[in-house]
């Protein structure tokens, strides 16, 4: 079991940039190097779209084709933490974060259904 928490969210400016923070709180027993991660992101009136995904240690990386160049996924499994850099953000950008994990033997990065686990969401605002 893992709780996931975002944070990072807020009001850019188009071109700007922001960090995503995702901090994973995990249950006794278990480790947070146990766990796959994933960004994605939903926009309102929008289905919910892969962003980016990042492997056990850190070393394998996958960014969805909205995400390419501009932003870059990150873990820290000191901290328990898996971070989004957002750059050159755009007014499409504009979207609910949402952090993910699932603890599966294989490896699907874009393939919500197999994220169990879920935060609340962190809200992005991109004024253009």
């Known amino acids: 079991q893992v709780q996931l928490g975002e944070s990072g969210g807020g009001l850019a400016q188009a071109g700007g940039s922001l960090r995503l923070s995702c901090v994973a709180s995990?249950?006794?027993?278990?480790?947070?190097?146990?766990?796959?991660v994933a960004w994605f992101r939903q926009a309102p009136g929008k289905e919910r779209e892969f962003v980016a995904a990042i492997n056990r240690s850190g070393g394998g990386v996958v960014h969805g084709d909205l995400a390419k160049v501009r932003f870059t996924i990150s873990r820290d499994n000191t901290r328990n933490s898996v971070y989004l850099q957002m750059n050159n953000l755009t007014h499409e950008d504009t979207a609910t974060y949402y952090c993910?994990?699932?603890?599966?033997?294989?490896?699907?990065?874009?393939?919500?259904?197999?994220?169990?686990?879920w935060g609340q969401g962190t809200l992005v605002t991109v004024s253009s």
């Open positions: 995990v249950a006794s027993g278990s480790t947070f190097t146990t766990y796959y």
């Open positions: 993910a994990a699932h603890d599966l033997t294989a490896w699907v990065p874009g393939r919500a259904s197999d994220y169990v686990f």
